[in-house]
């Protein structure tokens, strides 16, 4: 029993003197909606983390696989009372669990991924993928045979509707009679649903494979067939080596390690940031070598272009049933692309 | 084995089938705790770090009991249709239709007083999780279909159709096209107890619990439900209406699921959106058989299993331990709370 005790003691020992130890270092604090070993959303976002890691005088520690709703106020909550300085949460069901926690610790700061809502001391932040999402649309528009391409996305919300507006935009920039057919997994990480929804396409005769989705799945399903696929938040080019033409990725890195800075300097202050290609934290992964030169060419210059300014949705604009929906020469505002909930012409499926 | 013999114990371990779940628990954690020395952890502070997070702290064990609120209300639904041998595997669907239908009232009239809103909410909430429960019993009694199956099947349709109002006619305008009811009107939340962190959910939890621990014990038609359980036929024979007590039965146990889905779419979420779905309802079956049936058991069993979930986040952010390690612990504690038992009814002698 003595011993039990004193080995109890011992435990809580080490637990103070650890929490002593990194008592002067910012201690930053990220939440994630799934294991970070899934080379998907969130093991983006822990490359990101690992990048503030590295800094200086900072130490930071995450929390993963955390359920939107009640699971995550709490794990938001422990993270504040064991005084972290700088919170990120990674998934857009986090927002009003943190806004709760938020309010009753004025002095941490709180950073929230993918949401509208901000408070004095929370902020919120996303990236402009639709931009990469239009650039490898490009490719795969130029690499189809069949016309016909494969998008096996996740949840009919504005965000992943508008990345598959903007990759059926930019395949048909290159090629305009190809359609690009969408199918619903309901699901953001489910390797075996995903590779099931990638082959329902394959077999109606789609020849590339895009995703909104977490897993390489489909990749491997693109692979196995003998047909090109395009990956999604990191280079997916090791799951399917012969099928990756690019993939949209995702760089939160120096983002991350600029907020933490701004924090440190007090210079951080509550906004709404929406950056894109021109920033860095999107990115194309370096396109295969079965791309030609020319369209290489073509959609490095496009994303110069975007760069400088250029912008993806411009009209005219047909949606799915060919009405115009966005007139020559307008461009969408950001609130109308945040609550984007129709497709463009080209695309065939519904959003529900 | 060669060499040893199983025999059934003639009397009941009494006391000392407490020891056998402690040693089993031990046995578990020390399995974990090898796993965690293999990462290059500290297995001693880290079942500290563990316990502090789930029990350990005022904010843990606040934590860890509102947590466990709906895995105990399932828990005792399912054990009441588990007692009379009656197979539901649907808790996960009744407590999916229970959030609806509590749901329904604040989404299409939030401007309704507390004192008309809360008490309809849990009505709906009832009744809705009670017939989705009362639907598979009917077919077992009236066609002879295998409710096991009825029950799971009826699981999917219940989340597609929490899917379907969510993304379609219970969408909030507000929310930018992602999937959830717009916040429920404070008359809808069920809130906290004066100034604690405990929600009156865990006071419903614990009315609810003697209310039926009175009901199997004290009334005739618990005694059925044990007559029923044991053998059907002698229960017929003794004039039992046994059809009507299965789907009476399995009314109760989809309710129970459904006051959980109401609690945690009122108190915990205020609204409605698909992440309400956390396997609730497959936990409480296995919750329900670590603590035999026993609704006293199942509140201990649910509270330790949530502590342990809770305690986990703690372990992951302290000393950056996976979230798999977690399902691990949960795993081998199980297993061998449930291999335990086995030592409550045999004991093994040398030949």
Redesign the interface.
Known sequence: MRRVCTGIVAALAVCLFMGQAVAEDLQVGFVYVSPVGDAGWSYAHDQGRLAVEAMDGVSTSFVEAVAEGPDSERVILNMARKGYDVIFATSFGYMDPMLKVAGQFPDTVFMHCSGFKLADNMGNYFGRMYQARYLSGMVAGAMTESNTLGYVAAFPIPEVIRGINAFTLGVRAMNPEATVRVVWTKTWYDPATEKEAAKSLLDVGADVIAQHQDSAGPQEAAQERGVYSVGYNSDMSQFAPEAHLTAPIWNWGPFYVATVEKVRSGEWQAEATWPGLAEGIVDLAPIGDMVPQEVKDQVMAKMGAIKGGERVFVGPINDQDGVLKVAEGETMSDEELLGMTWFVEGVIGTTQ | MPGMRIIKRQEPLGWRSCLVLLVAIGFSLALGGGLLLVRGV?P??A???LF??AFGSR?GIE?SA??AIPIFLCSLGVALAFRLRVWNIGAEGQYALGAIGASWLPVAMPDLPAYLLLPSMITMAVVAGGMWGAIPAFFRQKMRTNEIIVTLMMNYIAISLL?YMV??PWKDPAS????MTA?FPPAAVVGKIGTTAYSWGLVHAFVLAVLIWVFTTYTRLGYEIKVGGANVRAARYAGIPYDRLVIGVMFLSGALAGWAGFL?ASS???RL?P??M?NYGYTAIVVAWLARLNPFYIAVASFLLAGLR?GV??L???M?V???FGLIIEGLVLLSVLAGGFFTTYRVTRR
């Open positions: 500290d001693v502070a079942m500290g770090t502090v997070g904010y934590d509102l947590k899917d993304y379609g930018y096209g992602f999937p916040t945690e915990t979420l205020n959106q992440s309400i956390a809770v986040e703690s992951q952010l302290d950056q996976p979230a798999a």
